[in-house]
T-cell receptor, first 114, second 111 residues
């Protein structure tokens, strides 16, 4: 049982390049999330997926797209990377009807855009 | 506009003593509050939570107190151990799917 896995762990992109961050969970959780964490700030929600086949915007969705490929996998795509997207990205998941909204996190992807 | 604030970026405590981490919030509609712990190069892990209808929740060495009138919550760790050295985040739920996070407090336990 690996929990929540994220690939890659590190990535350096040039401005304008695109990439996809991968996330998978093996806990049969319904809901999945993408966050970004910047220095001196808390985690900010980019997108979430309440269940397979649905996605919704969070607090900071601009510049990102997501795909809930199946129940296990939730990917985050940067179509044209910008230096402002330099951050650590975390994927998380939550069991169905979880109270109090306990989220299980992956180890993160550290992305630098030059 | 920060709805959840952790005003102390860092806190240093002697091993064996009590650690008290604080969090203030502005939105009276939050229904749950959670504390997460984060080690370097790892994702946050859930520690303890409290419903807005309670004023205290305890789990082993960890106790969370909620003061709704002051819009303030605190996490007490007794006794503090070296393994407690980490960044602690306070978070509040606005819906089933959205948590608002504080900026975190780095706790350092001195031997």
């Amino acid at each position: 049982n690996a929990g929540v896995t994220q690939t890659p762990k590190f990535q350096v992109l040039k401005t304008g390049q695109s990439m996809t961050l991968q996330c998978a969970q093996d806990m049969n959780h319904n809901s999945m999330y993408w966050y970004r964490q910047d220095p001196g700030m808390g985690l900010r929600l980019i997108y979430y997926s309440a269940s397979e086949g649905t996605t919704d915007k969070g607090e900071v969705p601009n510049g990102y797209n997501v795909s809930r490929l199946n129940k296990r996998e939730f990917s985050l795509r940067l179509e044209s990377a910008a230096p402002s997207q330099t951050s650590v990205y975390f994927c998380a998941s939550t069991p169905e009807r979880a109270v109090p909204y306990e989220q299980y996190f992956g180890p993160g992807t550290r992305l630098t855009v030059t | 506009d920060q709805q959840v604030k952790q005003n102390s970026p860092s806190l240093s405590v002697q091993e064996g003593r009590i650690s008290i981490l604080n969090c203030d919030y502005t939105n009276s509609m939050f229904d749950y509050f959670l504390w997460y712990k984060k080690y370097p190069a790892e994702g946050p892990t859930f520690l303890i939570s409290i419903s807005s209808i309670k004023d205290k929740n305890e789990d082993g060495r960890f106790t969370v107190f909620l003061n709704k009138s002051a819009k303030h919550l605190s996490l007490h760790i007794v006794p503090s151990q070296p393994g407690d050295s980490a960044v602690y985040f306070c978070a509040a739920s606005v819906s089933n799917y959205q948590l608002i996070w504080g900026a975190g407090t780095k706790l350092i336990i001195k031997p």
